[in-house]
T-cell receptor
Framework: AQSVTQLDSQVPVFEEAPVELRCNYS??????LFWYVQYPNQGLQLLLK??????LVESINGFEAEFNKSQTSFHLRKPSVHISDTAEYFC????????????FGQGTTLQVKP | DADVTQTPRNRITKTGKRIMLECSQT?????MYWYRQDPGLGLRLIYY???????NKGEISDGYSVSRQAQAKFSLSLESAIPNQTALYFC???????????FGAGSRLTVL
């Protein structure tokens, strides 16, 4: 079985500052890892994913995450945030087997202040 | 039109009432899911279906049932709603690899 822990429930940050949203997972098998974003009053959208290959993955809007197998982490980072990045961010994990289900963390609310 | 459509978007009901939340998708995906979102708890899986004849319980299926009427339709029912089922419900789909989920906009249910 897999589980996900997002270490911060809320992260307040000023605009143009860097940010890191932390995610740790546990699993006894190889995993796929994901970050989803939920803007206010909307559904979840995929932000980025790690399936295999390079451990550093990037999104089109400047976020990146690094898969660290030894530390079982998949932290999300952005060097300079914008007001429009204000949202709730969910880390998720699933086993790489074909019948795996996606398990979500508790969510981290990123509040970007002007 | 949205790839995954949920109806209703908002519903207020009373304890003991039967409620159905409907989900339809145009992605052509075989896999469909129902999740529940509660503040501080993230999303928890209620039921999932890998094809029309394959329905499975998730981590919190008690008090819920589902029906997969067709590849494109997956409905969630609360036979007798209770207040602690007040939540935001999401339907999602994925392809056979199941690696990426496409979510609907959500159905907010309030049980009084």
């Amino acid at each position: 079985a897999q589980s996900v822990t997002q270490l911060d429930s809320q992260v307040p940050v000023f605009e143009e500052a860097p940010v890191e949203l932390r995610c740790n997972y546990s699993s006894s098998v190889s995993v796929y890892l994901f970050w989803y974003v939920q803007y206010p009053n909307q559904g979840l959208q995929l932000l980025l994913k790690y399936l295999s290959g390079s451990t550093l993955v990037e999104s089109i809007n400047g976020f990146e995450a690094e898969f660290n197998k030894s530390q079982t982490s998949f932290h999300l980072r952005k060097p300079s945030v914008h007001i429009s990045d204000t949202a709730e961010y969910f880390c998720a994990v699933r086993g790489s087997g074909n019948t795996g289900k996606l398990i979500f963390g508790q969510g981290t609310t990123l509040q970007v202040k002007p | 039109d949205a790839d995954v459509t949920q109806t209703p978007r908002n519903r207020i009901t009373k304890t003991g009432k039967r409620i159905m939340l409907e989900c339809s998708q145009t992605k052509g995906h075989d896999r469909m899911y129902w999740y529940r979102q509660d503040p501080g708890l993230g999303l928890r899986l209620i039921y999932y279906s890998f094809d029309v004849k394959d329905i499975n319980k998730g981590e919190i299926s008690d008090g819920y049932s589902v029906s997969r009427q067709a590849q494109a339709k997956f409905s969630l029912s609360l036979e007798s709603a209770i207040p602690n089922q007040t939540a935001l419900y999401f339907c999602a789909t994925s392809d056979d690899r199941g690696a990426v989920l496409t979510f609907g906009a959500g159905s907010r249910l309030t049980v009084l």
